[in-house]
T-cell receptor
Framework: DTGVSQNPRHKITKRGQNVTFRCDPI?????LYWYRQTLGQGPEFLTY????????KSRLLSDRFSAERPKGSFSTLEIQRTEQGDSAMYLC???????????????FGEGSWLTVV | AQSVTQPDIHITVSEGASLELRCNYS??????LFWYVQSPGQGLQLLLK??????LVQGIKGFEAEFKRSQSSFNLRKPSVHWSDAAEYFC????????????FGTGTQLKVEL
């Protein structure tokens, strides 16, 4: 069990540029989540996948945000036309399916810091 | 919708003193409850969780938490704090059938004085 892996860990980009973050979940987990955390706040749910299906998206996820999990393994989160308000840490997490064994336990990665200048 | 309140934004304790971090939740049924710890610039590490059963749960690093349904609380405790415990602590609630989405509190920043 290597844990949830995210990269890049840090990204500085100019306003208007596109950025993409990658997440590799714990290998046996079929659920994958994206959260956003701004300074002084707790993480906020953005979206989650079960296998390759995106099952829910938060209202926080504007049209400029898109997430994919094409083969049900790793996931990418892309932000288009970045704005300064997008500066935050983007956290990925994974779990088994709810109700199965430790399925209700979510494990987080180290996060990807985005700074938009 | 569920919510979590962590009333203490900052707490300072002396090393070796006991610690209690407060967490209150709002949800109509029995929730899943979690405590995570976050060091600066890092992700979240799970300290402990409550799903059902015994209301006193033990976690890693000597932490424990008690679920009190009557008070809608899930306070985190440690009998003797170590300097390495300085970090931010988040309480979170998940709900049955909620897809394991978590709702987090705003966190409590713990400072440990030597």
């Amino acid at each position: 069990d290597t844990g949830v892996s995210q990269n890049p860990r840090h990204k500085i980009t100019k306003r208007g540029q596109n950025v993409t973050f990658r997440c590799d979940p714990i290998s046996e987990h079929n659920r994958l989540y994206w959260y956003r955390q701004t300074l002084g706040q707790g993480p906020e749910f953005l979206t989650y996948f079960q296998n390759e299906a995106q099952l829910e998206k938060s209202r926080l996820l504007s049209d400029r945000f898109s997430a994919e999990r094409p083969k049900g393994s790793f996931s990418t989160l892309e932000i288009q036309r970045t704005e300064q308000g997008d500066s935050a840490m983007y956290l990925c997490a994974s779990s088994s399916e709810e109700g199965r064994g430790t399925g209700n336990t979510i494990y987080f990665g180290e996060g990807s810091w985005l700074t938009v200048v | 919708a569920q919510s979590v309140t962590q009333p203490d934004i900052h707490i300072t304790v002396s090393e070796g003193a006991s610690l209690e971090l407060r967490c209150n939740y709002s949800y109509g049924a029995t929730p899943y409850l979690f405590w995570y710890v976050q060091s600066p610039g890092q992700g979240l590490q799970l300290l402990l969780k409550y799903f059902s059963g015994d209301t006193l749960v033990q976690g890693i690093k000597g932490f424990e938490a008690e679920f009190k349904r009557s008070q809608s609380s899930f306070n985190l405790r440690k009998p003797s704090v170590h300097w390495s415990d300085a970090a931010e602590y988040f309480c979170a609630v998940g709900v049955t059938g909620g897809g394991n989405k978590l709702t987090f509190g705003t966190g409590t920043q713990l400072k440990v004085e030597l």
